[in-house]
Every structure is written in C-alpha cells, then in structure tokens.
C-alpha cells in the first residue's frame, strides 16, 4: 500500500446466501487503486464486477477483509456514516443513467449537493459550471425525457462530478448507447481522468471502451489479471 | 428548502393522480368543516355558556316544570351569587312556520347574567320595565324587518291565554348583537310574568332556573347543595354547567356529535385507504429513483421524511382548500335571513380550523406512514438489479 493509493482492498471475500446454498464471489481479493487512475474491470458475466463496484461505493458490505479509502478502512462504518461517506467522495454513472424524470437537467445534478452545506447560489454556480464541462449548459431547464440517450448519460456524468467526488464508478456508463455517443461518452471520461485528474473505476464488457482506461482489470474466478492497454 | 423541492418533485410525478388526491381530501375536510360548524352552530342555537353559570332544571326531564318558588330557596344556597329563570316559549310569528325560538324570562337578572346579550341601555330599560315588551336578536329582526317600537302578534303552539286565544301581543322594546361573532341573535325573550298571569295552565312554575356562581370551582359543591335541598320532594332537581345543559338541549335533536363523527369519520377512513395506497403504489413506482437517492448518499431517514411531507403536503393542501370552501359556504348559509335565525352562529370557527389542521397533520402522517417505511427499507442492489 503506497501513499497514492485511494482505495486499497486487502483480503475481501464475499459470499451470498441464495436458499440454503451459500455463493462464494471472492475468496481473498486484493487490489490497490492508485489516486488519478481510471480502470476498466472486465469480466464474464457473474464474475463479480458488479459486486465490487458495490463494495467499491459503500453500498455492499465485504463479508471478511477490508476496504481502505483514502487511508481510512469503511466496512464498518454505519449505514447513515457509509451515506454521507458516499455523499463526500463518490460519483456514480449508470447504464441507464438513473435520472429523475420528474427534475429538469440541472436539478438533476444539483441533487447531490443538496447533502452538502452549500447555499443555493454557490449550488446553482457549480451545477453552471458541471454542465458546461459535458456541453449541456444550454439544456439545464430541460427534462431527461427532452434529451437523447447521450445527453442524459453527460447530465449523469455532471451529476457525479458536481460534488468534486474523490472517486467515479460508472457501472457499463456506454451499455445503452450508440457506438458514437459511446465514444462521446468515454473520451470525456477520459477528459475528467486526465485534465481534472478524477480517479475513475468504470465496469464494461466492451473492449472497445476498455481501451479509454489507463489499465484494464480482468476478473474471472474471483481473481484479478492486469494488463495495461 | 431543498427537501421541499424533492416532496413537490415527488408530487408532481403524476400530476393527475396527485389533483385526485388532493380533491378527496378536499371533500373529506369540506364535510368536516360544514359539519363542524353545524355543530357549533347549534351549541350556540342553545344558549351561550360561562365556566360559573349552572342550570337547574327537573330532574325527570328539563321538559318538566319546577316550581317558581324554588328560585328564592336557591337564592340563599351557599355559594350561589345571582339567580335567573326561563321558561320555553314555543313561539312563532303569525304562521306557525315563522317559528322563533322564544322563551319567557326574568328580565332584569336574565339580561344581567347574560351579558352576551348586547343591546344600549335605555333599549335595556324599556324592556325591562314594561310587561308586554319583547327582545329580539338581530338575526330574527333583520330577517322580519322588525325595529324597536313595533307591535307584534307573538302566538305560541304551547301556551294558550285564560281567554282561549293564543296570540300574545308583545312590542319591541330591545334588540340585542352578539358579544361576539359565535353568539347566535337568532333568539328572542318576552316577559316571564306576562306569559305566567295569563297563560291558562302552568302558573308559578319555571322551565329551568338559571344560577351564576361565586366562583367556578364552587361549581359541583353548588350543584349538590342545590339537588340536596330538593331531594325527594315532588319536584327534584338536576343541577348541570350551562354546557352540559346545552349538549343535552341539542341531544333532544338525536346525536348531533356522534352522527358528524360518524360522517366525518366514516370520510376520512376512505381518504385514509385511498391516499395510503394510492402513496403505497407511488412508492413502488419509484423504487429505482429512491435507490439512487440512497445511493448518492441520501439516509433512509431523510428518505422517509421526504414521502411523509408528500403526504403532510397533500393533506394540508386539500384540507385548507376544503376547508376554505366550507367557511364560504357557512358564511353564505349564515347570511341567507331564513337560516340565520338557526344558524345565524354556523361558521368554521378558529377553534374548528385548529381541529382541522391537527386533522390534517394526522391524516398526512397515517397516509405517509407505511409508504415511508417502505422507501426507507428500499435495499439498493436489489432495486438495481430489477431496473
């Protein structure tokens, strides 16, 4: 564990029980992330990228081993301190991006500074300036049902750098789009990791967007295999 | 500010089924306002009431008379500091439906215990003082175009005269306000000894008597001393409050209280089911969006918070609308002259409104109740994994 590392898991197994079966996921995972690195895990279906993106963002709990971020371990934190934890440092992007239909775009991204002590006018001045890094601070009053699939996935994507997140993880962010949009998508990924220096873990079963990532990680059986790409 | 947004977010997911919501409540608290008011109104229709004034009247039924001379033995009972007397009247003007509400009284210490009967003071003294006077409440007045100085021909479907007729001509010497806005001037008073030397049947007897005593917390020692100095004799007595006397008065009418708790109730159990599945249904549809509030760090508390202001929110809009209309329509109902003699007093009261909006707090927090549980116990990996 180096002092660059953001997030460093040291021996996490992980089990489910499904009936009167017990699912063993991991056995014993380890994996350092170093600060400002964007890796993209792969993997077959039912390899556990899903899982470790969860434990990854605080919303699934390790069943043994430790998850330290940013120095300090966050497995045994309670529900409401993992909530604010995640509010502090996390940045999530979804397949389907997950906004709320109800919200116009920039009240869309404003959501997560509402858990912060931030006033209205320095909300709205972040939510501006969040907008205008995807291209879409000519769109803020509009509805996620008057953009294309693309622009929700950038309103998505502001939404989770809005707060200046330590950490992104985009759970398969290009899934539901075209290959041009898709392309779209990651090079600004890409934009956040090298301009703005964002640590970003992106889960895809696309080759293609791997290769926007500084490293590829391939889960199988449990285990990681690293190549750089 | 910022979880308000949310509730009206959350709100306005469905906009239609959100007006239908709002509008059973609405009607659920309308009902309740005008019936409330109803009530009151008739409280009111009763007589006014005071902590320290007590009722004395029959103890068979305040139907029955008491004898005119229990007054001054009253008088003297330890405790009591002024005494008065009435007796039902059964009036009505010219026809007998022009019915009034009239009773015959003691003029002088009746105008003086009741001082929320407000009238100048020569109109006071001039009724008073001459036998054949009548005092008339501004609602009766407005709706006949009485004034003072009027002569009138007062029948009454109770009391005929020694000479067979049953009309009594009476003047008007008085007419009274309200002190306030909730005493009902839809009452009217003629002399009680111009009724008793010439009716035919009943002299010297009273309907009720009328005590004020020296103190409020005398009340219930006055009373037994007042039953105990007419135990078995051939007329006992029952000694109430004023608003104990006035709730059996209304009762006579059938269970006003219990039929409007029934109605209201019986309205806010449907609205309970319907905004409490309804809202239940809404949470479902949302399961995906409350994830991702879970998971963008929102606590489960706050979550749970946020749908109990959408039901808070819903009630206290569809109830203050309902509520709203239901003091409109009072106040119409009360301007109407041939209601206002009987509901002269109907209007959504402040103390109506308090009941209400407690109303609607507890109806926002029942409806909200289940469905906050609900969202709060969204598990964020399985709401992913149906999405």
């Known amino acids: 564990m180096s002092d660059r590392d953001l997030i460093v898991l040291q021996h996490i197994a992980k089990t489910y029980r499904r009936g ?19 890796v993209a895990m792969m993997g077959p279906s039912g390899s556990g990228k899903t899982t470790l993106l969860n434990l990854l963002g605080g919303l699934d709990r390790p069943t043994s081993g430790s998850i330290i971020f940013d120095g300090a371990p966050i497995e045994k934190l309670s529900e409401n301190q993992l909530s604010a934890w995640r509010a502090a440092n996390i940045g999530f992007i979804f397949q389907f991006y997950n906004l709320m239909p109800t919200m116009s775009a920039a009240r869309n991204v404003e959501l997560p500074l509402l858990l912060t002590p931030l006033n209205a006018a320095e909300r709205k001045r972040r939510v501006k300036t969040a907008l205008e890094v995807v291209g879409l601070d000519n769109r803020a009053g509009h509805k996620p049902k008057e953009l294309s699939g693309g622009q929700q996935q950038r309103v998505a994507i502001a939404r989770a750098i809005v707060a200046d997140p330590k950490l992104i993880l985009a759970d398969e962010p290009t899934g539901d789009l075209d290959r041009n949009t898709a392309v779209e998508i990651l090079e600004m990924l890409q934009l956040l990791n090298r301009e703005l220096g964002k640590t970003i873990v992106m889960v895809t079963h696309d080759p293609a967007a791997a290769k926007y990532a500084r490293r590829e990680l391939h889960l199988d059986k449990g285990t990681f295999e690293e190549r750089l790409t | 500010m910022s979880d308000l947004r949310l509730i009206l977010s959350g709100l306005g997911r469905k906009p239609l089924r959100t007006g239908l919501l709002v509008f059973a409540i609405f009607i659920a608290f309308l009902i309740y306002g005008v019936l409330a008011a109803f009530q009151s109104s008739l409280e009111n229709a009763a007589g006014p009431s005071s902590s320290n004034r007590l009722v004395v009247a029959n103890r068979i039924n305040f139907t029955q008379p008491l004898p005119l001379a229990y007054v001054s033995r009253i008088q003297n009972v ?13 009036g009505y003007y010219q026809e007998p439906r022009n019915f ?16 929320e009967y407000v009238m100048p003071d020569d109109q006071r003294q001039a009724f008073i003082t001459n036998r054949d006077s009548i005092m008339v409440g501004r609602a009766v007045a407005d709706q006949y175009g009485w004034e003072v ?184 109902l009360s301007g109407v002259p041939e209601l206002n003699q009987f509901f002269g007093g109907m209007r959504v009261t402040p103390q109506i409104a308090l009941s209400a909006v407690g109303f609607m707090a507890a109806l926002g927090f029942t409806t909200g109740a289940v469905p906050a549980f609900n969202a709060m116990r969204v598990n964020v990996i399985t709401a992913f994994r149906r999405i």
Do not use: C
């Open chain 2, 149 to 332: 100085g009027q002569q009138i021909p007062l029948s009454s479907n109770v009391w005929r005269r020694r000479d067979g007729t049953s009309v009594w001509p009476v003047v008007i010497r008085a007419i009274y306000e309200g002190k306030d806005a909730n005493t009902s001037t839809g009452s009217v008073f003629v002399h009680f000894e111009y009724l008793d030397e010439g009716r035919a049947f009943g002299n010297d007897t009273v309907g009720i008597i009328q005590i004020v005593t020296a103190d409020a917390s005398e009340n219930d020692a006055v009373a037994a001393r007042v039953d105990a100095q007419f135990a078995n004799s051939r007329a006992e007595t029952e000694t109430l409050s004023e608003q104990a006397f006035n709730a059996a008065f209304i009762d006579q009418q059938g269970n006003i209280g219990l039929i409007i708790l029934g109605v209201t109730g019986a309205a806010f159990v449907t609205i309970l089911l319907i905004v409490g599945n309804a809202m239940a249904g809404a949470i479902r549809e949302r399961t995906g969006e409350i994830a991702v509030m879970k998971t963008l760090g929102f606590t489960s508390v706050r979550i749970g918070r946020i749908v109990i202001g959408e039901t808070l929110l819903l009630a206290l809009i569809g109830g203050a609308i309902g509520l709203a209309l239901a003091s409109g329509l009072t106040n119409m």
């Open chain 2, 100 to 115: 009034l509400l009239t009773f015959a009284i003691e003029p002088e210490s009746y105008t003086r215990i009741y001082d």
């Open chain 1, 20 to 38: 009167d079966e017990t699912i063993s996921i991991f056995t014993d995972l380890n994996l350092s992330i170093p600060s400002g690195d964007f």
């Open chain 2, 78 to 90: 330890e405790g009591v500091a002024d005494v008065s007397y009435s007796n039902w009247f059964g």
